[in-house]
């Protein structure tokens, strides 16, 4: 059973662009969370999604970020018009219920020129 | 609350002595408690959990006392390996999100 899939693990994009990243969690879970961090810093909770749905977006910025977890296919955290404040890692975990364990993926490191 | 761009605190053990990793959680309403390690350029690994109708759980090597009067959280590691050296998280969840604490890092002196 193979853990759970963040791609790509670095992203370079300039100021401007847009970025996606895509996380495919583990076989048989449906929930997932996407987490932000910054060097020498903790996570910082963003979305947390099922399939479909959007449970809890608080800690997302309502500008120029969206996430998404289709009935098919990896969830996706698309972030528009990059700037260099959006430089980070970002880690996506998921579960199979909401009351149990998070597993991490490796995350997907983004560097904004 | 969030980390506003402090360093990690340090915790500096020679190997084969104890560790003691503490955390201070906010939630009342949380009710599911996780431990997690970070080794650098990696995703966080969970270590061991505990729920809040206990006060300990102990694992390999590793025991975590929750104290709810108080909301704190603490980590044991036994006989501390150079292995163990990484970041330390504690993780509070209430019925919508697990929320990560500021971190811990532990260097193990050989």
């Known amino acids: 059973n193979a853990g759970v899939m963040q791609n790509p693990r670095h992203l370079v994009r300039r100021r401007g662009q847009e970025a996606r990243l895509r996380c495919s969690p583990m076989?048989?879970?449906?929930?997932v969370y996407w987490y932000r961090q910054l060097p020498e810093e903790g996570l910082k909770f963003m979305v947390y999604l099922q399939k479909e749905n959007i449970i809890d977006e608080s800690g997302m910025p309502k500008e120029r970020f969206s996430a998404e977890f289709p009935k098919e296919g990896p969830s996706i955290l698309r972030i528009q018009q990059v700037v260099r404040g959006d430089s980070a890692a970002y880690f996506c975990?998921?579960?199979?219920?909401?009351?149990?364990?998070?597993?991490f993926g490796e995350g997907s490191r983004l560097t904004v020129l | 609350g969030e980390s506003v761009g402090l360093h990690l605190p340090t915790l500096s053990v020679q190997e084969g002595d104890n560790s003691i990793i503490n955390c201070a959680y906010s939630?009342?309403?949380?009710?599911?408690f996780i431990w997690y390690k970070q080794e650098s350029g990696k995703g966080p690994q969970f270590i061991i959990d505990i729920r809040s109708n206990m006060d300990k759980r102990q694992g390999q090597r590793v025991t975590v006392l929750l104290n709810k009067t108080v909301k704190h959280l603490s980590l044991q590691i036994a006989a501390t390996q150079p292995g163990d050296s990484a970041v330390y998280f504690c993780a509070e969840k209430d019925a919508q999100k697990v929320t990560f604490g500021t971190g811990t890092k532990l260097q193990v002196i050989p």
């Open positions: 975990a998921s579960s199979p219920t909401n009351t149990g364990e998070l597993f």
């Open positions: 939630n009342s309403a949380s009710d599911y």
């Open positions: 076989k048989g879970h449906s929930h």
